[in-house]
């Protein structure tokens, strides 16, 4: 999910395979991807907690929007102090 950055990240083809795996990639998400991802995380199928890779205070968002083109940043989460 999300755009990827430079860094190129190893797939275990083989085992993809073995296991019947499909993957699919898109540009622009269509309606059935929505439907899709979101009946996975209802059955805990996947987790969002490893895709969450900066948290800031909404105050500091300056940081994210700086930093967003480095790669790093897989999502961030604006967050309030209450």
């Given at each position: 999910?999300?755009?990827?950055?430079?860094?190129?990240?190893?797939?275990?083809?083989?085992?993809?395979?073995?296991?019947?795996?499909?993957?699919?990639?898109?540009?622009?998400?269509?309606?059935?991807?929505?439907?899709?991802?979101?009946?996975?995380l209802e059955r805990c199928i996947i987790s969002t907690k490893p895709l969450i890779t900066h948290k800031e205070r909404f105050e500091d968002y300056l940081n994210i929007l700086e930093n967003k083109n480095e790669g790093d940043i897989i999502k961030a989460i604006l967050h309030h102090d209450y």
């Open positions: 999910m999300g755009m990827p950055g430079e860094r190129s990240i190893p797939v275990p083809w083989k085992k993809a395979v073995f296991k019947n795996i499909d993957l699919k990639f898109s540009y622009s998400s269509s309606a059935s991807s929505w439907n899709m991802v979101s009946s996975m």
